[in-house]
């Protein structure tokens, strides 16, 4: 299994971007497939979750009403639509698939993708 975050890069507070996460070398229609970010210096923290089978989608307190997780048409493809970012969004995103536990936590995640860097600057 190979996951591929894409998609980062510099933007201004207020700005816009979309992050890509491209997945091979397994079937997960029956699970869901979410983003985490880590900041320098701190924990890895839970940004979205979008499950396979119903569309469900689940999100952090600090992103709600401002990122959107979608999943592609292929079916091997989520988005991250990051709007209105702000500069305590600046982190690495990282695009891992869920297994069992609560969406939140890191340890209910198997594979994990290289990270993005989101800057967002002031």
């Known amino acids: 299994v190979q996951l591929q975050a894409s998609g980062g890069g510099l933007v201004q507070a207020g700005g816009s971007l979309t992050l890509s996460c491209a997945f091979t070398?397994?079937?997960?229609?029956?699970?869901?497939l979410g983003w985490f970010r880590q900041a320098p210096g701190k924990e890895r923290e839970f940004v979205a979750t979008i499950s396979w089978k119903d569309v469900t989608t689940w999100y952090g307190d600090s992103v709600k009403g401002r990122f959107t997780i979608s999943r592609g048409n292929a079916k091997n493809t989520v988005y991250l639509q990051m709007n209105s970012l702000k500069p305590e969004d600046t982190a690495v995103y990282y695009c891992?698939?869920?297994?069992?536990?609560?969406?939140?936590?890191?340890?209910?995640?198997?594979?994990w993708g290289k990270g993005t860097q989101v800057t967002v600057s002031s």
């Open positions: 070398g397994s079937s997960f229609s029956n699970y869901a």
């Open positions: 891992a698939v869920y297994d069992s536990g609560s969406v939140h936590y890191t340890g209910s995640y198997t594979y």
